[in-house]
């Protein structure tokens, strides 16, 4: 397994846990007012950077480009800045931060689409 793919499948599984371990905590306490935070960590966290890593992982060649290095970093930032993002804009604390997360998950996925693009036909699979 290539090092991008690794990134992820070793970060995703992480989120997945921090994001159910969230959701027990929130389901136990009857409290659900931080139900959009626990959701995109699982769903940007977890869901969306395994897909990166499926894909890394089915076409290797994608992942030596600068352009999916970048891509990973921008989706893993993405992660680490929305999800507190969206509890303090939950809280009414300000939504600064959930904008400034918005912002780079959006770069990563258009990041994405470009590698893919890019890539089209140079795997194993082929797309
Ligand atoms: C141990 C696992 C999990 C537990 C205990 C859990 C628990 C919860 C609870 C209590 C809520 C609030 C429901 C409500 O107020 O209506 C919720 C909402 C949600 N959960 Fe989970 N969850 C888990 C895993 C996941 C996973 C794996 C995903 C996605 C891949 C996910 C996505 C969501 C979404 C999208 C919402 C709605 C968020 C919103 O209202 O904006 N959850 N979850
Ligand atoms: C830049 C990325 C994203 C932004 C800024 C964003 C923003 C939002 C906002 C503002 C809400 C409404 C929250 C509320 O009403 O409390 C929401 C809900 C939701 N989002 Fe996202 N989202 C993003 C990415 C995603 C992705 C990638 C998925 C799925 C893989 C997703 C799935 C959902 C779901 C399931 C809900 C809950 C819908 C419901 O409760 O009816 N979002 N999102």
């Known amino acids: 397994m290539n090092g991008l793919a690794k990134i992820c ?3 995703a599984p992480i989120y997945a846990v921090l994001g159910m371990i969230f959701g027990v905590v929130m389901a136990a306490s009857g409290d659900h007012t931080l139900a959009p935070a626990h959701g995109h960590l699982n769903l940007l966290g977890w869901a969306t950077i395994a897909l990166y890593g499926t894909f890394y992982t089915l076409v290797p060649k994608a992942a030596e480009s600068r352009v999916a290095k970048l891509q990973v970093l921008l989706a893993e930032l993405g992660v680490l800045v929305i999800v507190p993002g969206i509890a303090m804009a939950v809280m009414g604390q300000g939504e600064g ?3 400034a997360g918005s912002l780079l ?3 990563g996925m258009l990041l994405f689409a470009v ?3 890019r890539s089209v036909g140079s795997g194993p699979v082929r797309a």
């Open 105 to 107: 998950i959006l770069a």
């Open 115 to 117: 590698t893919v693009m």
């Open 97 to 99: 931060l959930a904008k």
């Open 9 to 11: 499948w070793i970060t």
